[in-house]
């Protein structure tokens, strides 16, 4: 069909993740990008949604624009977040609008009214525990974001033992942990998760692992000093910037690395393939993406990007 082997490979995917589900239920395709922040405001009102009307026939699908842009581009999306209800692998409605529960709610029981939607087949106290350890796994994320990494790691580590196959769990205690600078610890951790096939691979636990490896750029003052005179001194060495900014952050100063890095974007945002973008994500993945600084900086992305 002139696909290349990347486009035939994201339509497998698609008609894996989306198509496939969505012939006997109403699949939520929602595309977002690791860096908006109005998709971070969304998404926990799609999940609870979800889960909710999960034994009514109703999934959750994510899409990540920035990894799946074939596929984004067969949808023409525009902004995101950008929400469909896909039945029988076609768009049958579009929520984007549906910021509320209430909202989402209200059209999703008027789309299961009209359409044969096969419901769950969940237990009631299996989706309870599920339940359950989300709001542990938010708890822990929270935390992270006040702060303090040694109590988050305590509560991430409890939910890997209570549901051992949960990445967002696991990912949580390696960023935890490297926050807290414990670094051979989330070393160890980092090794047992990727011998568990069931969470190894996982986009969580990629991010939590280029957050372990930010913090392995340490290097002393008179090193940091002479990165950022080189960097300074020949605004078009891209990769000496790249370098001052990944030392600026392993040496705690995340708003100098922040700053250049956005400064990369903004001078050339497609300089080895988005390198300076890419790391810019990979830090908000180190800290927590509920974090107010990321929040924060994750805004001044958005208006480099899209004005």
Request: hydrophobic residues 50%; contains cysteine; charged residues 25%.
């Amino acid at each position: 069909m002139g696909l290349s082997i990347d486009e035939q490979k994201a339509v497998d995917k698609f008609k894996k993740d989306v198509v496939e589900p969505s012939m006997t239920k109403l699949v939520i395709l929602d595309f977002f990008a690791e860096w908006c922040g109005p998709c971070k405001a969304l998404a926990p009102m799609l999940e609870k949604v979800a889960g909710e009307y999960a034994d009514k026939g109703v999934v959750l699908v994510k899409v990540d624009v920035d990894k799946e842009q074939f596929i984004a581009a067969q949808f023409q999306v525009q902004s995101i977040p950008t929400v469909y209800a896909m039945f029988q692998g076609q768009p049958v409605a579009d929520l984007t609008s549906a910021r509320s529960e209430s909202q989402l709610k209200e059209v999703l029981d008027q789309i299961l009214a009209q359409l044969p939607i096969e419901g769950g087949d969940a237990g009631g106290a299996q989706a309870q525990a599920a339940e359950q350890v989300d709001q542990f796994v938010a708890m822990g994320e929270q935390v992270l974001a006040e702060g303090d990494a040694a109590r988050a790691a305590g509560i991430f580590a409890q939910v890997t033992e209570m549901a051992p196959d949960n990445a967002a769990a696991h990912a949580g205690l390696i960023r935890a942990l490297t926050q807290a600078d414990q670094v051979e610890e989330a070393k160890a951790v980092l090794a047992a998760v990727e011998a568990n096939p069931a969470v190894s691979g996982d986009t969580l636990i990629e991010n939590a692992k280029a957050a372990l490896e930010l913090a392995g750029n340490k290097v002393d003052d008179g090193e940091l000093s002479a990165l950022r005179e080189k960097a300074a001194a020949d605004p078009a060495d891209m990769e000496a910037r790249l370098a001052y900014a990944e030392a600026a952050f392993a040496a705690g100063d995340r708003d100098a690395a922040a700053d250049e890095l956005l400064a990369m974007v903004e001078a050339d945002r497609e300089w080895n393939e988005g390198a300076a973008r890419t790391k810019l994500i990979d830090i908000f993945n180190a800290v927590g993406l509920e974090d107010p600084w990321v929040v924060t900086t994750r805004r001044r992305l958005s208006k480099l990007l899209f004005g």
